[in-house]
């Protein structure tokens, strides 16, 4: 299973889950807080949302009187898909310790089983608000998808592998490849997918709680205590390690090709720096658009789709 | 050594071994067991049929385990039945793997049934066509000459069509899906009937070993006419759109166990005829053959993956999966076709080899997931999502199984669905490497089908799972259900077990699939995925190791329980109400239905699906301003039966008409229409 279990690379993968475990709900925070900055408010600290975290943990679980199983077990499914994710995928270093996991079509469905397995926790409710939700991040999903896979196989393609360590050697040894149309337009593809994967502006504004707009919200309305604390840590981390993958797969510099401890602390740091070069941009950009009518949404994702198909067609035609 | 016995004689076969003879102990246990179940007490018919249909299905197992596991053929010809051609059996492996799948389907089923007879008890009339039926598809994958094969194919259709009829009784639409499933399969018999008997006698012979030997040499016209026949008439078994419309209207209206085998089993039997006549008889063809076979499977997989989002009947959604995983399979196939055209040996392989896994998944998810609506229509007589809801808490083991066969359809690690799907993204990645200008068109085409179809099916399936067990109960026959007997459980429970083993561990079906994918011409490679640590390709990148997925997120579960356990010092769950906005109630009327779940999906494909709405709205009588009561109803029926059914059926009626006119009643023109007859065959019969 694991080929050569090396001491240095279970060592890679402790490193990257607990910097991306760590840095997950900070990241969430500084975008709150770039975001106040911007609309000329004060807003709250950037660590405010271990806070609300530590807070959360010690409040009382409820659950819903006429939901089953499925809705305690949902909140665990969404972390530990995306634990594994972090695991998986070479964050700090090329080289990873799963060599059968670190594959981009993998880290695309263990993602969707955290969305599904919240869906079905919604829907276990059995409110108006849960279906709602459940309704419309399955139809988003349902389109972001494809996308999302299109964009792959077109960053494949020009590998002709779809192993994210595969495709990150090569980008860093042929850095050209980033300019060419189809990694272009496969990132305006996976920039579109992730702001719509994350719950962002402009497909659902976290911060609203207003009932007929809201997606992310209705979805986790009746998680309280420990159980919220895990819904919206595993939310954070999806949308950090999201982030990652995209600086990783498009903006490669500076990431580990070999073991030594000076190449991963730089690694570490330049995945850092990246990731909230990346957040910070994200938080700008959601306060310069507003958010789409939700039965606008399916026209953005299909721009995506499109973006993604135009991309696999480019790598052909140029191969 | 001839080119046919290169061709033919990859293993050797028994002569005279005992395996020879278990085909034949197959095909007299169905048939003769179909006579004693139809003679036995009603009370013991239930139980007859699982043991027929169990010995049945584990002796053909037997065989085709053996010649999976060593490589050999089976044969069997003998004269004593089918009078004047004699029968003519062969098995090789590309065929073992049709008839393993059947065998484990059908054990499941006769399982199922047995529970299912409590309720429901078993007619003489679906007692046998139930054995004949399954032993009819262990003979289909076996029948190795034109007579053979079609008798063992109308046998299929007809014993099958008989059980579609089973519930008669209960109104029109059961007659009415049961004469679209008559014509349109009959339809199709006479396709593959005629392009087999056009090639047969062209190359002189209905024995398959020689006609294809003969069939290169004969003119390609004539092979392209076979083709185009046989696809017609195997696309229509399989549910390929446009010939799919009588899949959701059959499977629907059929006893799920019905339904289970139809679509777990029969459905491949469409795709093995495809990959029989396309490969072995006629040895391949030009790329226009494959490219329609990827433009069929492109076309049933998004429309039958969008159907399948909006659908709110259970079962007719499940039909609909059916057409766009078939569609997925198709869409492998012709893509190995084409890549052998332009040669790419290896990445054909990996793609025949994907579509044959995902057959292979696709016969245990859809087995189980029928009997699990199986098990929901027998606990609450409806297969209506809208009046299902709170089925978990009632029947837990039955829902648990439901959301294995739910995990494992929409691909989600670590159920074989995921699997086979990241097969299929490998072999279209591999297929974009082949630049001709066919395929740079093509392959953008099926990636964003396979990828469309991936995102609907999630949608499709957290409607049918999350509406139809989750929440609260919508209905009184929901409030009330009871977990079904243990027997359905079990048989539901067996499929849903295999769609977690091959998840877990695909390599157990892996050299299966490789020994029936090396038994086809098309194929170069000989073994298409290297065995060991992992599932690796041969001869392209691709790493991938499903167990090691498996045992992570296993590990993953066990470090967030821990962590929160460790964390939280309140773990205690207080069941507390829902925050209803205020009011104080919270009825299941007030909750999500699959119908408003599927809305957003269905207002972007309208253009598609083109529902029909009708709103009724009656106002009280003082004030145009008090509505009195609102009626409201959406149909969408499928385009394709209204587009291009609906005027064939005009053009039949008013021909219909027509010869009416022949036909008034009246004696005295009958006696002048046979003395007109009498007159003309004098003229010319000298």
């Known amino acids: 299973m694991i080929s050569t279990v090396n001491g240095w690379l279970v060592g890679v993968v402790v490193l990257q889950v607990s910097v991306l475990a760590v840095l997950a709900p900070l990241l969430v925070g500084l975008m709150r807080t770039v975001r106040c900055r911007l609309e000329g408010r004060q807003g709250p600290p950037v660590r405010q949302t271990w806070r609300d975290l530590r807070k959360l943990l010690l409040k009382q679980r409820t659950q819903p009187e006429h939901s089953s199983l499925f809705f305690a077990v949902a909140p665990v499914v969404l972390v530990a898909t995306t634990l594994v994710v972090v695991a998986f995928v070479p964050i700090v270093a090329t080289r990873t310790v799963f060599g059968g996991g670190a594959d981009l079509f993998t880290v695309v469905f263990l993602l969707l089983f955290g969305s599904v397995a919240l869906a079905l926790a919604a829907l276990d409710t059995g409110t108006p608000f849960g279906g709602m939700g459940s309704s419309r991040l399955m139809a988003i999903v349902a389109l972001a998808e494809p996308a999302l896979l299109v964009a792959i196989l077109a960053l494949a393609a020009t590998v002709h592998s779809s192993s994210l360590t595969t495709i990150v050697v090569g980008s860093l040894h042929h850095p050209m490849w980033l300019a060419t149309p189809q990694h272009l337009l496969a990132l305006g593809a996976f920039v579109i997918v992730i702001l719509a994967e994350s719950g962002r502006m402009p497909v659902d504004n976290p911060a609203t709680h207003l009932e007929l707009t809201m997606i992310h919200e209705a979805l986790m309305l009746e998680y309280s205590g420990a159980d919220l604390a895990l819904v919206v840590f595993g939310e954070s981390l999806r949308l950090t390690v999201l982030l990652a993958l995209l600086s990783n797969l498009f903006f490669p510099w500076g990431i580990a090709t070999s073991l030594s401890a000076a190449s991963l602390a730089v690694a570490t740091l330049s995945v850092v720096a990246k990731v909230v070069a990346l957040a910070v941009c994200v938080a700008v950009g959601e306060v310069t658009v507003a958010k789409l009518r939700l039965f606008r949404v399916p026209e953005l994702l299909a721009g995506a789709f499109v973006l993604a198909v135009l991309a696999v067609l480019s790598a052909l035609v140029i191969a | ?686």
Not at chain 2, 173 to 197: C, H, K, M, N, P
Not at chain 2, 323 to 334: K, S
Not at chain 2, 399 to 419: D, E, K, N, R, Y
Not at chain 2, 579 to 600: C, D
């Open chain 2, 1 to 686: 050594m001839s080119s046919e016995a290169i061709r033919y004689r990859r293993g050797p076969s028994w002569d005279c071994a005992i395996v020879n003879q278990w085909l034949a102990v197959v095909a007299v246990l169905g048939f003769v067991g179909a006579l004693a179940v139809a003679s036995a007490p009603a009370r013991y018919r239930a139980r007859g049929v699982a043991v027929i249909v169990i010995v049945t299905s584990l002796c053909a197992l037997t065989v085709a385990i053996q010649v999976l596991h060593t490589g050999h053929v089976a044969r069997l010809v003998t004269s004593r039945v089918l009078p004047i051609t004699g029968a003519s059996l062969r098995l090789d492996s590309l065929g073992a793997l049709f008839v393993a799948i059947t065998a484990v389907v059908a054990i499941a089923t006769a399982i199922f049934s047995l529970g299912y007879a409590a309720k429901h008890p078993m007619t003489r009339t679906f007692a046998s066509a139930f054995c004949v039926f399954v032993t009819a598809m262990l003979l289909v994958p076996t029948a190795w000459s034109v007579t053979s094969f079609l008798f063992a194919w109308e046998l299929m259709a007809l014993a099958s069509l008989a059980l579609v009829l089973t519930d008669y009784r209960r109104g029109d639409t059961v007659r009415s899906a049961a004469l679209w499933y008559a014509v349109l399969t009959q339809v199709g018999a006479g396709a593959i009937g005629f392009g087999l008997v056009l090639l047969a006698v062209k190359t002189g012979s209905q024995g398959f070993t020689t006609m294809a030997s003969h069939a290169p040499s004969t003119s390609p016209w004539l092979r392209s006419t076979v083709f185009l026949l046989v696809l017609t008439g195997f696309a229509s078994k399989a549910g390929v759109v446009p010939l799919h419309v009588w899949l959701p209207k059959a499977h629907a209206e059929a006893p799920s166990a019905v339904s289970a085998l139809m679509s777990a089993a029969m459905v491949n039997l469409g795709v093995y005829g495809i990959l029989r006549v396309g490969d072995t008889l006629l040895g391949g063809g030009p790329p226009w053959w494959w490219i329609s076979v990827i433009v069929l499977g492109v076309v049933s997989a998004i429309y039958g993956s969008i159907h399948a989002a909006t659908s709110t009947d259970l079962k007719r959604l499940l039909a609909y999966s059916t057409t766009d995983n078939i569609g997925l399979i198709m869409i492998a196939i012709g893509t190995a076709g084409l890549l052998t055209s332009t040669g790419h040996p290896i990445y054909a392989a990996l793609a025949l080899f994907a579509a044959m896994l995902h057959l292979v998944n696709h016969a245990v998810f859809k087995g189980s997931l029928f009997l699990s609506a199986g098990s929901i229509q027998f606990a609450t007589g409806t297969r209506d999502l809208d009046r299902l809801g709170g089925l978990f808490r009632r029947m837990p083991v039955a829902s648990t199984i439901f959301a294995l066969g739910t995990i494992a359809i929409t691909a989600l690690p670590p159920l074989c669905g995921f699997v086979s799907e990241w097969l299929l993204l490998q072999s279209l990645l591999h297929g974009l490497s082949s630049t001709t200008t066919v395929s740079v068109v093509l392959m953008p085409l099926c990636v964003a089908a396979l990828a469309l179809t991936g995102g609907l099916t999630a949608a499709a399936f957290v409607k049918a799972f999350g509406v139809g067990t989750l929440g609260i109960a919508r209905s009184t026959e929901a409030d009330l259900a009871v977990e079904p007997p243990w027997s359905m459980n079990v048989g539901a429970g067996a499929l849903a077990t295999l769609c977690v083993l091959f998840g877990v561990a695909p390599l157990v079906v892996v050299s299966a699939i490789d020994r029936a994918v090396s038994a086809l011409q098309l194929i170069g490679a000989p073994e298409v995925v290297r065995h060991g640590e992992a599932l690796a390709i041969n001869g392209a990148h691709g790493l991938f190791d499903p167990t090691l997925i498996a045992v992570a997120l296993v590990v993953s579960v066990v470090v967030v329980v821990g962590a929160r356990a460790l964390l939280s010092q309140r773990l205690a769950v207080r069941r507390a109400p829902v925050w209803g906005s205020g009011r104080e109630t919270q009825t299941a009327r007030m909750t999500y239905t699959a119908t408003s779940f599927a809305e957003p999906l269905q207002r972007v494909f309208d253009d598609v699906l083109r529902p029909s709405h009708d709103l009724d709205v009656s106002h009280r009588g003082e004030s145009r301003y008090f509505v009195e009561s609102i009626r409201f109803a959406t149909r969408s029926a499928d385009a394709f039966e209204r587009m291009l059914y609906q005027p064939v059926i005009d053009i039949v009626r008013a021909l219909a008409r027509r010869t009416r006119l022949l036909q008034n009643g009246s004696v005295h023109r009958y006696l002048a229409y046979g003395l007109g007859a009498l007159v003309v065959i004098m003229m010319f019969a000298r």
